[in-house]
Nanobody, 123 residues
């Protein structure tokens, strides 16, 4: 699976961005999809994940209530709507695909990764 993330940019605190991740190469609906992020000098961390059908979603406590993950299997795309952005949300955001949901909150649980898109939140 090839993943292409987009939608990052510079936004003021309190603003919103919609990140997209387009998949190609294998049936998209076979994969659990996740978003991770990595801030400068920090380790990559889990942000959100969504199961095959889209009926189950999972969030890190730090983004719960502000971010929303969704997917369009017909378009082979997963989205991350980010609202009420904070300075600490600044990071490179990565999308990833997993063949199982055993460890969807762990980066090791994912098989394929996109190249990342930078989100910068300014004051």
């Amino acid at each position: 699976v090839q993943l292409q993330a987009s939608g990052g940019g510079l936004v003021q605190a309190g603003g919103s961005l919609r990140l997209s991740c387009a998949a190609s190469g294998r049936p998209f609906s076979n994969y659990v999809m996740g978003w991770f992020r990595q801030a400068p000098g920090k380790e990559r961390e889990f942000v959100a994940a969504i199961n095959w059908s889209g009926r189950s979603t999972y969030y890190a406590d730090s983004v719960k209530g502000r971010f929303s993950i969704s997917r369009d299997n017909a378009a082979s795309t997963v989205y991350l709507q980010t609202n009420s952005l904070k300075l600490e949300d600044t990071a490179v955001y990565y999308c990833a695909a997993a063949g199982s949901s055993w460890r969807l909150r762990e980066s090791d649980g994912y098989d394929y990764w996109g190249q990342g898109t930078l989100v910068t939140v300014s004051s």
